[in-house]
């Protein structure tokens, strides 16, 4: 297994949880502080906490220091390694789309000669 797999995986592990997934989403924004990401949620603190560590573990955080706070930042790279492996399989999707297609038009082709029959 490769590094790249690794950091794919820890991503994906990362992204597995709608707390963290919507914590990203705030941080798209701007960077936050931890009592600011919390607000939206009704959990502690330290629970917001071991979420940032998932994220940070997974490189999709980074925290900064401004005198006194230390804002969490989106580390968008990761997410592109994402984007890149779902991506791959576009032309699967693209292929069996077109198929559909064809099939469903196939389908509306035969129901109007029937109709025309009647």
Not at 12 to 37: H, M, N, Q, Y
Not at 47 to 67: F, N, Y
Not at 104 to 117: D, I, P, T, V
Request: without cysteine.
């Amino acid at each position: 297994m490769k590094a790249t797999d690794d950091a794919l995986s820890a991503t994906f592990s990362a992204l597995a949880d709608p707390t963290r997934r919507a914590i990203l989403a705030r941080l798209a924004d701007g960077s936050a502080t931890v009592k600011e990401l919390a607000e939206p949620f009704d959990m502690s603190g330290p629970a917001i906490s071991k979420h940032l560590r998932v994220l940070e573990r997974a490189g999709l955080v980074a925290t900064s220091r401004e005198a006194q706070s230390r804002p969490r930042t989106l580390e968008p790279a990761p997410l592109k390694a994402v984007a890149e492996y779902a991506g791959a399989y576009a032309r699967f999707w693209d292929a069996s789309f077109a198929r559909l297609d064809r099939y469903l038009q196939q389908m509306q082709q035969q129901e109007k000669k029937h109709a025309r029959r009647r």
